[in-house]
C-alpha cells in the first residue's frame, strides 16, 4: 500500500470538511512527522492515529537536511497574506517525506514550490551534516 506523508493542514482541512474518515478509508497508508502530530494536531484534535494515521520518526540526517531549507529557500518564495513561509514543522513533513521517499501531501503553495525544488535535486546524508 502506497505510503503518502501530510503536513498538518490536510488533516486540519479533512477535519473541517468532516472528511477525515473518508480520508482514511482511501487504499493508502498516511503518515506525518511525530513531533508536528504531538505540536499541531494532537492537542486540538481528536486523534487520527485511531484511524490509521502513522506517528513517524525524522532521522537526525533528515531533521538537518529540514534545518537547511529555510536558508535555501525562503528568501526565494512569493509573499502572500497571512503565514508567508513554511514553518519547522512543514519543513520536517517534507524531510519525512524525501527521507520515505514517497509524496507529500500540503495544501501550502510555498512548501510545494520547495517540494517540487527539492525533488529535482539529489540528496544525501553528507550534504547537509558533518561526518
Excluded at 37 to 58: K, T
Excluded at 101 to 112: K, S, V
Amino acid at each position: 500500500m502506497r505510503l503518502l506523508i501530510s503536513d498538518a493542514n490536510i488533516l486540519i482541512d479533512m477535519e473541517a470538511g468532516a472528511l477525515i474518515e473518508t480520508l482514511f478509508q482511501l487504499p493508502m497508508q498516511f503518515g506525518i512527522p511525530d513531533l508536528l502530530y504531538y505540536e499541531e494536531i494532537e492537542p486540538h484534535r481528536p486523534s487520527p492515529e485511531d484511524l490509521g494515521l502513522q506517528l513517524m520518526a525524522v532521522s537526525g540526517d533528515f531533521v538537518a537536511y529540514a534545518q537547511q531549507l529555510p536558508a535555501q529557500h525562503n528568501h526565494l518564495l512569493p509573499t502572500k497574506s497571512g503565514r508567508d513561509k513554511p514553518s519547522h514543522n512543514d519543513y520536517l513533513a517534507l524531510a519525512l517525506a524525501k527521507q520515505e521517499a514517497c509524496t507529500l501531501l500540503t495544501g501550502d503553495a510555498n512548501l510545494r514550490i520547495i517540494a517540487k525544488k527539492s525533488k529535482s535535486t539529489s540528496w544525501a546524508p553528507s550534504d547537509c551534516c558533518a561526518p
